[in-house]
Each structure stands twice: as C-alpha cells, then as structure tokens.
C-alpha cells in the first residue's frame, strides 16, 4: 500500500485514459511484452572489464583497486559497480520508447529510507548519480535481475530467484496502472511511508525490523559528529584520518572545497541559502562511498552552525556523465551535477533540502547533499525467499510512482496491460542476466588471478 496526502488509497477510480493506453498497446508492435524476456549476449558484445576500464581512466587511481576490490567480493557487488555493462547490454536490444526519467542504476541497494522535510521517515530511491530520460523498461530490468542476482547469493532456488523478479514486475505493473488513473496532483503527492516496509517482513522479524527503523532516525549529523570527528589542536571538531577511506585534505585543497561550496550556495533557492548561511565550513575530507562511485572525487564537509555550533555533514560527489549517455539521447543538462539534482527531484516523492550543484576546479562537475540524514537501508542478506519477494514488490510499487511523475503513466500502462505476460518475461530476463552477471564476475575474478586488475580489499 501507498500513502496519498496522509490517506491510503485502496480503489482505482473507474475512468480510464484512452489515448495513452492506445499509444502503450502500439508500442508493443515495437517490443512485444514476451520479447523483453529471452537475453543473449550479442556475438559483437562489448568487453566487460573493458567497459569498466575506461570508466577508471577519469578516476583516482589509488582508489581504483578498491573499487575492483569491492566487486570481486561477490556477483551482487559486481552487478552494482557495473551499470555500464549493463547499459551497454539493455542498449543491444530494441526498447519500447516509452520515455520517463529513468534512475539509471535501479538496484536493490539503491533503495532505502531517509528523512522527508517534514521529518517523517520515507522509502525511496535514493541514488541518481547515472539518471537520464529513457525507456521505463530498463529500470525494471535493473531491479529485477538484482533481485535475481541477490537471491543466488543468499542461497536461494533459481525459482525463488525468479519469483522475487517476477513480484517487483508485477507490483510494477499493478501501481502503474492504478497510477494511470489517479489525479495528477495525487500521483505527484504520493510517497511511501516506513510503516509501509513493516508489511514485507514476516511477524517473527518485525521487532528487529522497526529497531532498524529507529537507528535511522538515530542516523544524524550528530551522530556522525561522534563517528567521524576527533578535537582538533584548536579545539574544534576535525575530521580523523583513517586512509585511503577517509583522508582529510591540505589546506590548499579545503581552500578548493571552500570555492566549490560558494559556487554550490548559488544554485539553492534563496530560503535555503539563507539556512545554510547559518553554518561555516570547517573542515573536509575525501571519503570512499559506494561500489560503483568508488574512485571518483567524492568528499564531506563538516559545517557548524552559528549560533550554537550545531553540526551539519555534507557530502561532495563528482558527477560524470550518467552510463546510459552513451545510448540514449544526449541530456538537457550541460552540467552533470545538475543532471542528478533535477533528476533526484524529478523522481523523489521527497527530497534533500540542502540539494544543490557547483562546479570545481578545472571544471569538474559535482553535486552536494547531507551525508546523514536519518538514512538507512534493509539488508538483503538478511531476508528470508518470501521477504525479499515482498521487498522486490515494495521495491517495484516505488520505481512505478517514481515514473509515473515524469513519463506517460497510461501509455505505460497501456503497454503493460492487466495480464502477467509482462511480469513473466522481466522474469525470465532476471534468471538469464543473473548467469550473464556470475560469468562477468567470474571474468573479474581471473583477470585480478592472473595480474591484469589489481585489487585490493578494504582496511
């Protein structure tokens, strides 16, 4: 279930667009529903650890092994590194052409919970870094064979894989038709609440389940404050030293940061340039986040308020070009760290108040958010078969709201349709991309055997 304007929708009203719904039928002329399912890596398929190779050419390359290290830990951490295999990969078969702003890298992990404005705790997307407008099928791809991928490793039959994949597409499915004959403004206004995930957990877990939602709400620049910080020789908090994944930077380079986070206050609505005025920034750092994002110029910022010396943690990440560039039409954005930020608030029920963009030196782009803000995660190792099938439909009901906002809801709709024959091949797509990501993995695996990769485990 959804949470409309503080009210849970039940009925789909009984109106139906009719054009949208006829332009979706006509689209499967284009790909038909049961051509989504069968993938076979094409004989002219790109190189994989090529792909991923170039992708570290623009990075530090000291952190590049730990990028590597990460995803040869497991076939998951390597599907979630390589969103650029798979763009390449969705990109080599036809696509329907319904067109909504896409995440661009839809995994599982990519999900989670983490503080509306209004202080409530939501569930959400929570990563933009390679959003682009595109075919809504290549999301649904991405979290299905994530589902897949996921339930392999946690042990898990291939049906039990192929039902988790299964139920995100037809939660997919259902909500966007539901959504195709809501209000504009009601789809607009609908989020998903916590309470929501409780009922994707079997009763026997629940208890652990709200505790986890409680350490979220714990999950808090203060918190932070503790974690990250030690007292400096001027008796301020200072970020510690704990390379190569966290490294305070030099004088000189905070000097950099300080440029960047001016250029980033101009690209806030005047109220919240006024908020953050309230703050100063005292100290950076270079931080390590991620599986994919590891090697690019990520950094926090730690600010103090004012007036009482209330703490505020920042991140700084580097926006590059998103991955699906390369295969769909060029952006409209010519600055990639405002390419996530409309992205993020296109998509996101609700969003970051101190979201913003600013370009570094030499021009690079990035994209500023709070580090900490009552975020929070569900760990996929821990769910039973039927818990991540349910978590796949929270996942899939979610992804349909976040298209719904910016694509043709009933075109989409329309192409769905009320069967399952859509669900049963985003399915079948799962299974065989799963295999397509264990010999991907594999290929890893061998090249850091053999010393063409080096990678290196975290300390």
Same mark, same amino acid.
């Given at each position: 279930?959804?949470?409309?304007? +503080? @009210?849970?929708?039940?009925?789909?009203?009984?109106? &139906?667009?009719?054009?949208?719904? @006829?332009?979706?039928?006509?689209?499967?002329?284009?790909?038909?529903?049961?051509?989504?399912?069968?993938?076979?890596?094409?004989?002219?398929?790109?190189?994989?650890?090529?792909?991923? @190779?170039?992708?570290?050419a623009a990075r530090v390359p000291e952190l590049v092994p730990i990028r590597y290290g990460r995803m040869a830990s497991s076939c998951f951490a390597f599907l979630r590194g390589a969103p650029a295999v798979m763009a390449a990969d969705l990109a080599s078969s036809p696509n329907t052409g319904l067109t909504v702003q896409l995440c661009g890298d839809a995994h599982l992990s990519n999900f989670g919970f983490f503080a509306s404005p209004e202080r409530t705790l939501l569930f959400d997307l929570n990563d933009f870094d390679e959003t682009l407008p595109g075919p809504f099928e290549w999301d649904v791809k991405r979290l299905a064979a994530s589902l897949a991928v996921a339930a392999r490793e946690n042990g898990d039959s291939d049906h039990a894989a192929g039902e988790a994949a299964h139920a995100a597409a037809r939660a997919y499915r259902e909500h966007m !038709?539901?959504?195709?004959?809501?209000?504009? /403004?009601?789809?607009?206004?609908? !989020?998903?609440?916590?309470?929501?995930?409780?009922?994707?957990?079997? &009763?026997?877990? *629940?208890? &652990?389940?709200?505790?986890?939602?409680?350490?979220?709400?714990?999950?808090?620049?203060?918190?932070?404050?503790?974690?990250?910080?030690?007292?400096?020789?001027?008796?301020?908090?200072?970020?510690?030293?704990?390379?190569?994944?966290? %490294?305070?930077? $030099?004088?000189?380079?905070?000097?950099?940061?300080?440029?960047?986070? @001016?250029?980033?206050?101009? $690209?806030?609505?005047?109220?919240?340039?006024?908020?953050?005025?309230?703050? *100063?920034?005292?100290?950076?750092?270079?931080?390590?986040?991620?599986?994919?994002?590891?090697?690019?110029?990520?950094?926090?910022?730690?600010?103090?308020?004012?007036?009482? +010396?209330?703490?505020?943690?920042? =991140?700084?990440?580097?926006?590059? %070009? $998103? #991955?699906?560039?390369?295969?769909?039409?060029?952006?409209?954005?010519?600055?990639?760290?405002? !390419?996530?930020?409309? +992205?993020?608030?296109?998509?996101?029920?609700?969003?970051?108040?101190?979201?913003?963009?600013?370009?570094?030196?030499?021009?690079?782009?990035?994209?500023?958010? %709070? /580090?900490?803000?009552?975020?929070?995660? #569900?760990?996929?190792?821990?769910?039973?078969?039927?818990?991540?099938?349910?978590? +796949?439909?929270?996942?899939? *009901?979610?992804?349909? *709201?976040?298209?719904? !906002?910016?694509?043709?809801?009933?075109?989409?709709?329309?192409?769905?349709?009320?069967?399952?024959?859509?669900?049963?091949?985003?399915?079948?797509?799962?299974?065989?991309?799963?295999? =397509?990501?264990?010999?991907?993995?594999?290929?890893?695996?061998?090249? #850091?055997?053999?010393?063409?990769?080096?990678?290196?485990?975290?300390?």
């Amino acid at each position: 279930m959804t949470r409309t304007d +503080g @009210e849970l929708q039940h009925a789909e009203p009984h109106r &139906e667009p009719v054009v949208g719904h @006829e332009a979706g039928r006509a689209a499967r002329k284009i790909v038909a529903r049961a051509a989504q399912g069968p993938w076979h890596a094409p004989a002219d398929r790109p190189d994989p650890l090529a792909i991923l @190779e170039r992708q570290c050419a623009a990075r530090v390359p000291e952190l590049v092994p730990i990028r590597y290290g990460r995803m040869a830990s497991s076939c998951f951490a390597f599907l979630r590194g390589a969103p650029a295999v798979m763009a390449a990969d969705l990109a080599s078969s036809p696509n329907t052409g319904l067109t909504v702003q896409l995440c661009g890298d839809a995994h599982l992990s990519n999900f989670g919970f983490f503080a509306s404005p209004e202080r409530t705790l939501l569930f959400d997307l929570n990563d933009f870094d390679e959003t682009l407008p595109g075919p809504f099928e290549w999301d649904v791809k991405r979290l299905a064979a994530s589902l897949a991928v996921a339930a392999r490793e946690n042990g898990d039959s291939d049906h039990a894989a192929g039902e988790a994949a299964h139920a995100a597409a037809r939660a997919y499915r259902e909500h966007m !038709r539901e959504l195709s004959v809501r209000d504009e /403004l009601d789809v607009w206004y609908e !989020r998903v609440d916590t309470a929501d995930l409780l009922e994707t957990v079997r &009763e026997a877990n *629940r208890a &652990e389940a709200r505790a986890e939602l409680v350490k979220a709400g714990r999950r808090t620049s203060l918190q932070a404050l503790e974690k990250l910080t030690e007292t400096g020789p001027d008796g301020e908090p200072r970020i510690k030293h704990d390379p190569p994944l966290l %490294q305070p930077i $030099s004088m000189r380079d905070l000097g950099l940061v300080q440029e960047t986070y @001016e250029d980033y206050q101009r $690209s806030l609505s005047d109220e919240k340039r006024a908020l953050l005025g309230r703050f *100063r920034l005292i100290d950076a750092a270079m931080k390590v986040v991620g599986v994919g994002s590891v090697g690019t110029r990520c950094f926090i910022g730690l600010l103090e308020g004012t007036t009482t +010396g209330d703490p505020l943690f920042l =991140q700084v990440k580097e926006a590059d %070009q $998103s #991955v699906l560039a390369a295969h769909l039409a060029p952006s409209s954005h010519r600055h990639q760290g405002r !390419r996530v930020v409309d +992205g993020q608030r296109l998509m996101q029920a609700a969003g970051d108040i101190f979201l913003g963009w600013a370009t570094g030196p030499g021009g690079r782009h990035f994209y500023w958010r %709070q /580090l900490r803000d009552m975020k929070g995660s #569900v760990e996929i190792g821990k769910l039973t078969a039927s818990e991540l099938a349910r978590y +796949g439909e929270v996942c899939g *009901r979610t992804l349909a *709201r976040a298209h719904a !906002r910016s694509g043709d809801r009933a075109a989409i709709a329309g192409y769905l349709g009320h069967g399952n024959a859509f669900d049963r091949a985003i399915a079948e797509w799962a299974l065989s991309y799963a295999d =397509q990501t264990a010999a991907d993995h594999a290929a890893l695996l061998a090249a #850091v055997a053999d010393g063409r990769i080096t990678a290196r485990a975290d300390v």
